[in-house]
């Protein structure tokens, strides 16, 4: 039998989902390993989402062009100022 890390209710929609071992499994093998042109990846990401530990992508992206923004919530923050620096890392 899986363990349970967490239940969440969504309150909502008036639903509950378990968190079990076999879904951390699941997840695991999701898991892409280091990145091998790291180069060609642009990384934005915010520090204020509540759910998502920036610093693991900081950590997983390391060697990335990375931009880490103070702000952030459920959504991507000033997403429009950003558009001149993906142009410009696209080379457009």
């Known amino acids: 039998m899986s363990r349970v890390f967490r239940i969440e209710k ?3 929609a008036g639903e509950q989902w378990l968190l079990t071992s076999h879904d951390m499994h699941a997840l695991g093998k ?3 390993g280091p990145i091998p ?3 060609t990846i642009q990384m934005l990401q915010q ?3 509540e759910v998502l530990n920036y610093r693991q992508d900081v950590a997983k992206y390391e ?3 990375q931009t880490v923004d103070k702000r952030g919530i459920h959504i991507f923050v000033g997403f ?3 558009h001149a620096k993906i142009i410009q890392f696209l080379g457009l």
Do not use: F, R, S, V
């Open 80 to 82: 429009k100022k950003a």
């Open 63 to 65: 060697g990335c062009n």
């Open 37 to 39: 042109h790291p180069e």
């Open 47 to 49: 520090q204020g989402y």
């Open 10 to 12: 969504i309150t909502y």
């Open 30 to 32: 999701l898991d892409t």
